[in-house]
């Protein structure tokens, strides 16, 4: 926790504080912000001013746990003596940030009980969401974290080779292979190349392929046949101490590329066109304006229901990438949650546009980096067409 830049953001936002409150270890961004660890189930209150020392209100029980923060922890033992403390520390303030989300219109933000926003609110304090700061001091990538994410995703396109050449020989020579055959082989390929995951990799088969967070299992694998269309969804990190997340999906026909359907090739079309419009836009406005992950969702949605498949489009648009899958960084959101914050330098995201119909689905993903130079596609190379097997 950098306390002297986190204090430069706050006056330059004009607000007076970040209060960040937890109850049973629940808001994972003061969890992870703090570095509490251990037995952490009591309410705790953690004020950082825009200026002068930080201020911890903790339960007498658990004062240890943040004994290595900076600033004054105070302990407490009940409710009344907890209220009385916070109202003391915020004296003066007017508006401070908290892991609030207005409407609730972001849920990963919206990390503290309504009781305790009305809480702050009801000492006369103006409450406003903390979405940009956790976007700016923990999503936001070091240098090591960037070069281990550049391993990792030139990794993740060598498996998804590797995984295609597996299938075309099980095609070519006549052998029985099924999606969660092809799940297992990506683990192990994985291990081979010292990664780890959170999930399982998915692999699916023509209708399957048309749920987006299928997941195969050995009793309900389908098999792969000639004829098949198959969608791969790999994500991996290295096993190191900055791993970052790579994450992509790639799409396969499990024939000759002249026996590609021609609907096949028109709708994977169109989700390539979107993918492509949507880097376009950030590419074209980063360096300008403020970008914010909605706006690039828009943009990405448009294509797809220009294309009279809208309702087809059933999921945002990308997610924050980090040493999570899921990182606490904007997403390119604009139908699951109204995502408007600010895509910044170091933040790192997928775009993953999609289509999906009872009989197939079609998805392309990449992952894009916020840099020095602009925003940079860092899975490459892109595919522009579905790949042929045989």
Request: one cysteine or more; aromatic letters at 8%; proline letters at 4%.
């Amino acid at each position: 926790m950098d306390l002297a830049k986190i204090q430069q953001y706050l006056a330059e936002q004009k607000l007076d504080g970040w209060l960040m409150a937890d109850f049973h270890a629940r808001n994972n961004v003061a969890v992870e912000m703090l570095g509490l660890s251990g037995i952490v189930t009591r309410r705790s209150f953690y004020f950082i001013p825009a200026m002068g020392e930080p201020s911890g209100i903790v339960n007498i029980i658990e004062k240890s746990k943040f004994a290595h923060l900076p600033g004054k922890i105070t302990a407490y033992a009940g409710y009344e003596a907890l209220e009385k403390q916070i109202k003391a520390v915020l004296s003066g303030c007017n508006r401070v940030a908290m892991e609030y989300s207005p409407k609730g219109r972001l849920p990963y933000i919206g990390l503290v009980d309504a009781g305790t926003v009305e809480l702050v609110k009801g000492l006369g304090v103006e409450v406003v969401s903390s979405a940009d700061l956790v976007a700016n001091f923990q999503a936001r990538l070091s240098a090591e974290q960037i070069a281990a994410h550049r391993i990792a995703a030139r990794n993740i396109i060598e498996i998804k080779d590797r995984t295609f050449e597996f299938i075309a020989g099980a095609l070519k020579d006549g052998r029985p292979l099924g999606e969660y055959d092809v799940a297992r082989y990506i683990l192990e390929q994985f291990d081979r190349y010292d990664m780890e995951t959170h999930d399982n990799p998915i692999c699916g088969v023509n209708g399957n392929a048309g749920d987006p967070h299928y997941e195969p299992s050995e009793e309900t694998s389908k098999a792969i046949e000639k004829g098949s269309l198959i969608l791969v969804d790999l994500w991996g990190k290295m096993k190191h101490p900055h791993g970052v997340y790579a994450d992509v999906t790639w799409m396969a026909y499990a024939g000759r590329a002249a026996d590609i359907p021609a609907q096949y090739r028109s709708l994977f079309a169109v989700v390539v066109e979107a993918r492509d419009a949507a880097v376009e836009f950030i590419r074209a406005n980063i360096d300008s304006r403020p970008v914010y992950g909605a706006d690039v969702d828009d943009v990405c949605r448009k294509v797809i229901a220009d294309a009279g498949y809208g309702e087809k489009f059933t999921h945002r648009t990308g997610h924050s990438i980090t040493s999570e899958g899921h990182g606490p960084g904007p997403n390119i959101d604009n139908l699951e949650t109204e995502d408007k914050r600010r895509l910044q330098r170091g933040h790192l995201f997928s775009i993953e546009p999609g289509v999906y119909l009872d009989d197939c689905g079609f998805r392309t993903e990449i992952n894009v980096l916020i840099g020095r130079d602009g925003a940079e596609i860092t899975t490459l190379p892109l595919q522009t067409g579905i790949t042929s097997l045989l």
